[in-house]
Structure formats: structure tokens, C-alpha cells
């Protein structure tokens, strides 16, 4: 615990928070105040400035001296976005749905121990699958601080081949696939909120974007914050014998993937990875149906997560 020294004012104890000292007629300020007990110094008064350290990589952190209260926020690792399908003689195509960015924790006014050292785990985002597979796309990890907070990473997704197409929820939900006999963009969601999804014309089904987590993904869900954990835009997907150029829908604000694209040069593209240290969705996989051909991209890979502690002047 930080120690205290204290003058009293109109007879109220008030803590002393600066203390100066001249050296060679300059200010100094005093940092650490120590008495001599038994021939042995004890510290009785630290000054602590606020202070922010942002964590990109797992580490062991210690307490700075005289800390003794922190905020803690967590992402997790975003969901990898699934790739696109296409089937020769079905006359259609469709595009991977997007990964959901990772979801946000955090804890205010936590009680810590000048000194003591706590385990920070950075979150990894979700890899995706080769377009062609039913298979799951992995889910993001979790990022924490120690035992003291936790933040899930967005969940992966199975490959049904196009039908359903279930965006990727998360702390901001992913889109679903976006297909060729629906117009406008399936775009990942963003600040908690859900994505967007299209309906198909021609299928029934489960088409439906991904679940945000319902609050503010801003670092300690506070107003005009840096923003996290955008979900993964959906791949678009086209079908037929001309060759068009078409976008993907984009990803979330907070590191959300972009979804892949149809090209008339280099046809279906992969989608955008999310953004390292964002818990960003990954984005969908473009594909294309040419003539007899099937043209699928594969998805992004989710972005890793990122860990934030701070603490005020104590």
C-alpha cells in the first residue's frame, strides 16, 4: 500500500501529494520519502503519476511501486471468417461469412500490490479453412490479466458449404454471406453491434449475421476511447458466364476484415485478415461461379487480441 504523509489545513489532515526540494536553486520533485528505523530505511511516501501500459504480446507484468489501484480492459483474439463456395451446375455462388471480433472485458478500481506480478495473455485471432472443406474455422483465444479479468475470442464457425451462412458473433458480430441473387453488402459489425446480413432469393434458411456483444467495444467501454473488435465483412460472390468486379462487404470499425472480392482479372479473392491487436474479425472469402468452373477464395484469419492497464495518481 502507498504510504502517506500528511499537514494538517484549518485543522483537517490533507495527504501530501508533490513535495519539492532547490538543487543548485532548481525545483526537483521528490519522489520517495524514507525514515531510518532500527539503522534500516523504510519507505513512508511515494508520489505516483498516472500511467497506461498496453500490452501486444503475452509477458509477465509487475506492479509499479506505490501502485495500488488499477483498470484493466481485455479483447479477445477475433474469429477467422469462412471461405467462399461455388458448385458447377447449380448456377450460383456464395460468399464466406464473416469472422466476429473478439469480445471485451473490463475491470475498474482493481486492488493490486506494488510489486506483485501478474500473467498477460494476448488472445490470437482465429485462422480460417481452404475454401472447398466442411470444416470449423477457429475461434479467437482469450486475452486476461492474470486471474483477475477475462476476455473470450470470437467464436469460430463450420463450413456448410453455403447453406446456411451464419456470421461470426463476437464482441461485434461478423456478417453472413452475401450471395448473388441478393444485391447490397452484408458488412461486419461494429462497437458491440451486430453485422449485417442478405437473404437469399433462391434458398430458405438460417442466413443471419453474427451477434454483437451488446456493449461498447471501446477500450473501458468509455465514449470517444479507441475503438475494438470489428467484425469480419462478408465475401462477395457472383455468378455467371462474364466475369465482373465486385466488393466485398467491410469490416467493422475496430480492425474488422474486409470481405474478399470478385475480379474480372484475378476473380475470387481471399478475405482481409483482421487487424493484429484489434480482436478484428477476419472476412469472408470471395467466389465466383465461370462456365463449368467453381472459383472460391479462402477467408481472412481474425486479428490477435490486446491488453490495456492503467492507473491514476496515487
Known amino acids: 500500500m502507498a504510504k502517506g504523509i500528511y499537514?494538517?489545513?484549518?485543522?483537517?489532515?490533507?495527504?501530501?501529494?508533490?513535495v519539492f526540494v532547490g538543487v543548485n536553486g532548481v525545483p526537483r520533485r521528490v519522489t520517495k520519502v524514507y525514515v531510518g528505523v532500527n539503522g534500516v530505511p523504510k519507505l513512508v511516501w511515494t508520489s505516483v503519476e498516472p500511467g497506461q501500459v498496453v500490452f501486444t504480446s503475452s509477458q509477465i507484468w509487475t506492479v509499479p511501486e506505490g501502485v495500488t489501484k488499477v483498470d484493466i480492459f481485455c479483447v479477445g483474439g477475433g474469429g477467422g471468417g469462412l471461405p467462399g463456395f461455388s458448385q458447377a451446375g447449380y448456377g450460383t455462388a456464395y460468399g464466406g461469412a464473416g469472422g466476429g471480433g473478439g469480445y471485451?472485458?473490463?475491470?475498474?478500481?482493481?486492488?493490486?500490490?506494488?510489486?506483485?506480478?501478474?500473467?498477460?495473455t494476448i488472445g490470437a485471432g482465429g485462422s480460417t479453412i481452404s475454401a472447398g472443406n466442411y470444416a470449423s474455422v477457429s475461434a479467437g483465444t482469450a486475452s486476461s490479466f492474470g486471474s483477475l479479468l477475462t476476455a473470450s475470442g470470437g467464436p469460430g464457425?463450420?463450413?456448410?458449404?453455403?447453406i446456411p451462412m451464419t456470421g461470426g458473433s463476437g464482441g461485434s458480430g461478423g456478417s453472413?454471406?452475401?450471395?448473388?441473387?441478393?444485391?447490397?453488402?452484408?458488412?461486419?459489425?461494429?462497437?458491440?453491434?451486430?453485422?449485417?446480413?442478405?437473404?437469399?432469393?433462391?434458398?430458405?434458411?438460417?442466413?443471419?449475421?453474427?451477434?454483437?456483444?451488446?456493449?461498447?467495444?471501446?477500450?473501458?467501454?468509455?465514449?470517444?476511447?479507441?475503438l475494438y473488435s470489428?467484425?469480419?465483412?462478408?465475401?462477395?460472390?457472383?455468378?455467371?458466364?462474364t466475369p465482373y468486379t465486385w466488393t466485398g462487404g467491410s469490416g467493422g470499425a475496430g480492425g474488422g476484415g474486409a470481405?474478399?472480392?470478385?475480379?474480372?482479372?484475378?476473380?475470387?479473392?481471399?478475405?482481409?485478415?483482421?487487424?493484429?491487436?484489434?480482436?478484428?474479425?477476419?472476412?469472408?472469402?470471395?467466389?465466383?461461379?465461370?462456365?463449368?468452373?467453381?472459383?472460391?477464395?479462402?477467408?481472412?484469419?481474425?486479428?490477435?487480441?490486446?491488453?490495456?492497464?492503467?492507473?491514476s495518481a496515487q
Open 7 to 18: 499537514v494538517g489545513v484549518n485543522g483537517t489532515p490533507r495527504r501530501v501529494v508533490k
Open 104 to 120: 471485451t472485458s473490463k475491470a475498474l478500481g482493481v486492488t493490486v500490490t506494488p510489486g506483485s506480478q501478474h500473467s498477460v
Open 157 to 162: 464457425r463450420t463450413n456448410n458449404m453455403g
Open 176 to 226: 453472413c454471406g452475401t450471395i448473388t441473387e441478393s444485391s447490397g453488402k452484408a458488412n461486419g459489425g461494429s462497437d458491440g453491434g451486430n453485422g449485417f446480413g442478405l437473404a437469399s432469393t433462391l434458398y430458405s434458411g438460417n442466413w443471419q449475421a453474427g451477434i454483437g456483444q451488446g456493449s461498447s467495444t471501446r477500450a473501458f467501454g468509455e465514449a470517444g476511447n479507441t
Open 230 to 241: 470489428g467484425g469480419g465483412g462478408a465475401g462477395w460472390a457472383y455468378s455467371a458466364a
Open 259 to 311: 470481405g474478399g472480392y470478385t475480379d474480372s482479372a484475378t476473380y475470387p479473392v481471399v478475405g482481409t485478415n483482421g487487424l493484429p491487436n484489434t480482436g478484428g474479425g477476419g472476412g469472408g472469402g470471395a467466389s465466383r461461379r465461370y462456365s463449368s468452373s467453381n472459383q472460391s477464395a479462402n477467408g481472412g484469419a481474425g486479428g490477435s487480441g490486446i491488453v490495456i492497464v492503467r492507473w
